[in-house]
Each structure stands twice: as C-alpha cells, then as structure tokens.
C-alpha cells in the first residue's frame, strides 16, 4: 500500500475530528483531509484542490509553534471536564485544543521531526495519533542529512529508536507503506518533559556525519507492520468513542496499549 492510500485510510478508521500537518509541500496528502484542517510549511507550491477547511500558514514549523495559540484555527476542539462533585454535569470545559490526528513530514532530519513531534505532543494527548513520514529508508543514500539523491528520506528514521528509548511509556509501530514507511504513534502526553530537557543530549549523540550507519532492521524493515493489518485493527472504532467520551488516560490508555501492542506482536 501506497502512503497516501494508507493516510486516506488512517483518515477514515481514526476518526479523527481535526488535522494538523507538517510539509506541505504540493497538497497531496492535505487533500485527504475531510475536517478543520491546520497546515505548515514555510514554501508550499500547493497544485490540488481541498475538500476541507483548511488554514494554510506560510513557515516553518518552529516560528508556528512559537506564536501565542498557534492552533485557534481548529478552536472548536473541546474536551469537558468532569465536576468535582460526584452525580453532576460537567461544570466548565477545558479550551485547549487537542489534535486528533498529525502528519510530520517536514524537514527530513531527525532533529526537527524531533522537535515538530515535541511541540505537536504538547496539543495531543492519549488518544492522539501522530505520524511520521519516510520512516524506512530503502537504502544508505536515501538516509543521508546531505542530500544528493532525488527520493530523500534524510534521518528521520532514527525517531523509532529515540522514542522508544527515551519515551517507553508510547507505543510506536513502523508501517510498511512505499516508497518510505511510515511510524505511528499512540499514547500522546501533554505532560512529558523527558525530551525537552534531554533534548540537546539526544542532538549530540544521534547527529553524525555522513555515510549514516542505518541499521540493518531499518533497510530490511524488520518489524513493520503491514498497513492493511494496522488499519483492519479492533481498537480504532474503542479509540474514537474515548475521544468522544473524554475518558482520561487513566482508564484509556492501558487497554489501548494492550489492543495495539496485540496487533503489532501478533504480526511478527
């Protein structure tokens, strides 16, 4: 399966109510988006049509961020908070938006896919789902931070490994989707500041020169999940009512680490 029909699908089964996505670029993937819609990137040459409301903002990803509520396009997004007192309604709600559903395929260096997944992480939470592109380099050129090939996937692929070192407490799965792969990410936490203070130590160790030394599980896509296997999954349909619902991620998370935990296991 082709990244885009795999996005199209990822659109439909998540049921995501809004989009964020990083890198642009043509529109291709943005033209898949069927509700309020946020993207970035600091040169798109946009050449599609889009069947969504959708706010394009001209920069980088960093200055984004950077502005004082960066995603009150998508001000819709609510999430009601429980009354401290047992057997009533819910007295106010919680006016941060949350993103559903995010697509990062922006600069294709580790350090700012690391850094677009830092900030987005900070408007997720637990029923988020967060995806990088060019995850599964087919070769070591294609990896390289210098680029001098024309289909470029750059570093981003030593994500997978950084995450799940530093932050065990998510759930990654690499997808084999063509040309490049892709990884997902489940169990968002707004609340996490293991990257931020680690940050500068992460950028020492994983930035090297080129030729990079892309493992060999990376190239022969050890452990990537088919997408079809990935999309056909039980949890999704779960995963969209807690969204609904608001449950908290005190209840939700642990079953939905399971379920997904069960999907990828039972595919190796």
Not at 21 to 49: H, M, Q, Y
Not at 162 to 175: A, C, E, N
Not at 216 to 227: C, F, H, K, N, S
């Amino acid at each position: 399966m082709k990244r885009h029909e795999f996005l199209k699908e990822l659109h439909k089964v998540s049921g995501n109510r809004n989009y964020l996505e990083i890198g642009v670029n043509d529109g291709r993937s943005l033209r898949l988006s069927r509700v309020p819609t946020v993207a970035v990137d600091p040169a798109f040459k946009v050449v599609t049509e889009f069947r969504c409301d959708v706010h394009l903002v001209r920069a980088t990803s960093d200055d984004f961020f950077a502005r004082d509520k960066p995603l009150i396009h998508l001000k819709g997004g609510r999430h009601p908070l429980r009354n401290l007192r047992r057997g009533r309604g819910p007295l106010a709600y919680w006016r941060r938006t949350v993103l559903d559903l995010s697509f990062i395929d922006g600069m294709h260096l580790f350090e700012y896919a690391l850094r677009d997944f830092m900030n987005i992480e900070r408007h997720s939470d637990w029923t988020s789902v967060i995806v990088f592109d060019d995850m599964l380099p087919r070769n070591v050129d294609e990896a390289a931070r210098d680029r001098h090939t024309g289909a470029w996937t750059g570093d981003v692929y030593k994500l997978a490994e950084i995450l799940g070192r530093y932050r065990p407490d998510l759930v990654t799965v690499l997808v084999d989707t063509q040309p490049t792969g892709q990884l997902v990410v489940f169990g968002a936490d707004p609340r996490s500041s293991v990257l931020r203070e680690r940050y500068e130590e992460i950028v020492a160790e994983y930035e090297v020169p080129d030729p990079q030394k892309v493992p060999e599980m990376i190239l022969d896509r050890v452990g990537a999940v088919a997408p079809e296997v990935l999309l056909g999954a039980g949890f999704w349909r779960p995963l969209g009512r807690a969204r609904r619902l608001g449950v908290g991620r005190s209840r939700g998370w642990g079953p939905l680490r399971k379920a997904v935990e069960g999907v990828v296991g039972g595919h190796l």
